[in-house]
């Protein structure tokens, strides 16, 4: 079978080889660019293609694949938020998933994550390398006895549960429509609602799948809900979160003009204690190349980047 993978990254090349390697009848073809419309063109001549979180699977990109004699699609990920899956199936091409990758290491990114904002290793860090020896604006919080809340629990979800509520005597509840028979045994209450479980946390964390349903499902409504000084940590979907929504209540009202849509009424300055972002919503663009000589058009992008109060990373939370 001949397979066209897009958007091939050097890890790709590494590990897509040593697997073909051991196996036979399989011819793998590499390609630089993301699928979309465009470049559809490019899987012409091939029975499957191969493809990440960020390549564009919509109808649009279906009906070319199947011109072209595409009959399978094999996802490098765990979502498929990307992919119209209705489409797929009315077209008669087939979808395939990682079921679930490393999901160790997604939670424990996770809790890394929120020890890193709790208590400032970027930032200590940062002063050593410059001779700053001085513990003013360091001061962090114990996570022994912090209300933790899971918004998803599926096996990443649990484990996170698990690492927090065994590892740090943390008090882990949790919301999903989906409740896992796992979750009690590692120390997971699960609440009726969201809106419950919001208004008790001192740190969320997201482990949803992106669905039309938790698309946003952080937003101005949703972010009012939480108590002042809250942790937020996304390790699952940048869409999960409204950024705009993420930065009014983030930043002080001075630049509120900035933002022109959306009621500034409920806005309270320092209303997140810290943010920890590994996904973003619109990081197609800029996730998985260098663009470090590059300048950031995305003036939502750049103004999270410049709070002191959010750390992002790129998608690494798997990457182990």
């Given amino acids: 079978m001949k397979v066209a993978v897009f958007g091939t990254r050097k890890y790709d090349l590494d590990s897509l080889n ?15 660019p993301s699928l979309d419309v465009t470049t559809s063109l490019l899987a012409e001549g091939y029975q499957a293609i191969s493809i990440f979180v960020n390549d564009i699977c919509d109808e649009n990109v279906l009906q070319e694949l199947h011109k072209h004699g595409v009959k399978y699609i094999a996802l490098r990920c765990a979502g498929y938020n990307n992919v119209d899956l209705a489409a797929a199936a009315k077209l008669g091409i087939k979808v395939a998933r ?8 997604v939670a424990e990114f ?16 940062l002063r050593v390398r410059e001779g ?9 919080f114990n996570l022994a006895g912090k209300t933790v809340g899971l918004i998803g629990t ?34 997971i209450k699960y609440l009726d609602t969201l809106e419950e479980l919001l208004g008790q946390c001192d740190i969320v964390s997201l482990h949803c799948p992106l669905t039309p349903q938790t698309r946003y499902i952080i937003n101005d409504d949703t972010l009012a809900m939480m108590k002042p000084g809250v942790v937020l940590i996304n390790t699952s979907r940048g869409g999960l979160i409204d950024s ?7 930043v002080n009202a001075l630049f509120q003009n900035d933002f022109p849509h959306g009621d500034f ?20 663009e800029y996730f998985f190349a260098d663009s470090s000589a590059k300048i ?4 939502v992008f750049a103004r999270l980047l410049s709070f002191y109060n959010v750390f992002m990373t790129f998608v690494i939370c798997s990457n182990s």
């Fill in 18 to 32: 040593a697997a073909v390697n051991a196996t036979t009848g399989i011819e793998l073809k590499f390609i630089d």
């Fill in 154 to 187: 599926g096996k990443i979800g649990v484990i996170t549960g698990r690492i927090l509520a065994k590892g740090f005597c943390c008090n882990v509840i949790a919301y999903d429509p989906y409740p896992s028979p796992e979750a009690a045994e590692n120390g």
């Fill in 244 to 250: 705009y929504s993420l930065i009014r209540y983030a």
């Fill in 265 to 284: 009424s409920a806005l309270k300055s320092g209303h997140i204690g810290a943010v920890g972002l590994d996904v973003y919503e619109r990081e197609a």
């Fill in 296 to 299: 950031i058009h995305d003036d």
């Fill in 132 to 140: 700053n020896f001085l513990l003013d604006g360091l001061m962090g």
């Fill in 98 to 105: 990682v079921p679930s990758y490393a999901p160790e290491a």
């Fill in 110 to 125: 996770a809790v890394g994550m929120i020890m890193t904002v709790v208590r400032k290793y970027h930032k200590s860090f």
